[in-house]
């Protein structure tokens, strides 16, 4: 297909989408685009608990591959949803999400697949792909993260020293984590609050402190979290704490002492220099412990890319496209 090297691909629609049922009273919705035929590859979104979005199919080719997207338990299309209080958050682990992405490599009948996405998405990615590596063909992040508790220390305190205007209304959001306590568990327990004044004031207070730690990055359109609308931003939050309170059910570092297990697989890693949210040594750690990954540092870029960020992801699809 025609293009402008570095611009993505023209908007497309899926072919086939569903429900699975993946237990627990958990229906995931998944979609299917491009080419039946083609290259199968996974999009991994992040957050957790962001949802897909329909840009992501674009840095695909459709014509040399079959895109499968998923919302992860509680979030998008997914059901239950997670802004609504009664969904159990208990049966929305780091272990379910990797098997629930079996289920469904199985439901649609692939073999081996491309793993794609950042952020949280690349978590996940690593952690399904070093429990399941004769799965995987290749992967490809941009935007790396192991949610290591010493990751999640950084994002919700350690960076307040750079936006410590915005940290202290972060901290003052749960008054009763005051001194050195574990502020993400404090918004944990307040988006499982019965009083729905107390979740929205949460997930409010989370939100503005998300997107002043990406305020020095470019991007278009509302506030990256705060901008979203009101389910879905409440879901993210609920999501988003439960997870990082619980530092993603992983040991400590395991998913970089781990990194061997990715030995064959090629990888692409692209991170952004000035990424505040995510800092380029967990990008550096994981490339010195993956023997097949290549890392490509994005001067000036930060957590949320720009146009050198997507120029080297779409290269890295084109190229694994062909084999």
């Not at 697949?113 to 992040?141: D, F, K, M, N, Q």
């Not at 901290?171 to 306590?181: I, L, M, Q, T």
Request: glycine share 12%; aromatic share 8%; hydrophobic share 35%.
């Amino acid at each position: 297909m025609d293009r402008e090297p570095g611009e993505k691909y023209p908007p497309i629609e899926p072919y086939d989408q569903g429900m699975l049922d993946v237990g627990d009273g958990n229906l995931v919705h998944w979609e299917v685009c491009g080419n039946p035929d083609g290259k199968p590859a996974l999009v991994v979104h992040g957050g957790p608990g962001s949802g897909c979005g329909a840009h992501t199919r674009q840095y695909f080719d459709p014509d040399r591959y079959r895109v499968v997207l998923f919302d992860q338990r509680g979030c998008g299309r997914s059901s239950p949803h997670a802004s609504d209080p009664a969904a159990d958050m208990r049966h929305n682990t780091t272990a379910h999400l990797i098997a629930d992405m079996e289920r469904l490599r199985v439901r649609l009948g692939i073999e081996k697949w491309l793993l794609y996405g950042g952020s949280w998405g690349s978590t996940l990615i690593l952690a399904y792909s070093e429990e399941h590596p004769e799965r995987v063909s290749e992967i490809v992040i941009p935007a790396v993260t192991t949610t290591r508790r010493s990751e999640i220390d950084w994002l919700y305190r350690g960076v307040g020293k750079i936006f410590p205007e915005a940290w202290d209304l972060f901290r003052a959001g749960v008054p009763e984590a005051a001194g050195d306590g574990d502020l993400v568990a404090a918004y944990a327990r307040r988006m499982e609050s019965p009083d729905a004044a107390v979740r929205a004031k949460a997930t409010a207070d989370w939100c503005a402190w998300e997107d002043a730690v990406l305020s020095q990055e470019m991007y278009s359109g509302p506030p990256p979290y705060s901008g979203r609308p009101g389910s879905a931003r409440q879901a993210l939050v609920r999501i988003c704490s439960h997870y990082f309170s619980h530092g993603a059910w992983l040991e400590e570092g395991q998913l970089i002492r781990n990194a061997g297990r990715l030995a064959g697989i090629p990888g692409v890693l692209v991170h952004g220099r000035f990424d505040l949210g995510g800092p380029l040594i967990t990008a550096w750690e994981l490339v010195k412990a993956w023997p097949d990954a290549q890392l490509t540092v994005i001067d000036g870029a930060g957590h949320l890319g720009g146009p050198a960020t997507t120029r080297t992801v779409l290269e890295a699809l084109d190229r694994f496209a062909a084999q």
